[in-house]
């Protein structure tokens, strides 16, 4: 079966930085789109970032430049880079692909198992 599987979340203090890694397995296609999602407690599942499959990227207008969501095809990874984290940045982060079957259809989609981020002094 698919399966993304994340990595690199953590404790860090305020204005620190941290690099989330999605690897996907277990399949011999790409997704057509890759992103990053958040859940913080007591919170709904949020977008954070998002990137096609041509490279193409957008963000969430509230994290004002601090996050870079990135894919390299040949490794079939994609990354999420965190800069200046702030406590309202603490949640859990899950990576989502999204795989077109068909024009007619919306999009397959497939979620990791998340990785806690916490932001705490």
């Known amino acids: 079966q698919v399966q993304l599987v994340e990595s690199g979340g953590g404790l860090v203090q305020p204005g620190g930085s941290l690099r989330l890694s999605c690897a996907v397995s277990?399949?011999?296609?790409?997704?057509?789109?890759m992103g990053w999602y958040r859940q913080a407690p007591g919170k709904e599942r949020e977008l954070v970032a998002v990137?096609?499959?041509?490279?193409?990227?957008n963000y969430v207008d509230s994290l004002k430049g601090r996050f870079t969501i990135s894919r390299d095809n040949a490794k079939n990874t994609v990354y999420l880079q965190m800069n200046s984290l702030k406590p309202e940045d603490t949640a859990v982060y899950y990576c989502?692909?999204?795989?077109?079957?068909?024009?007619?259809?919306?999009?397959?989609?497939?979620w990791g198992q998340g990785t806690q981020v916490t932001v705490s002094s």
């Open positions: 989502n692909g999204k795989l077109q079957r068909s024009p007619y259809r919306v999009p397959d989609d497939y």
């Open positions: 277990g399949s011999i296609f790409s997704f057509n789109t």
């Open positions: 990137i096609s499959s041509r490279g193409s990227t």
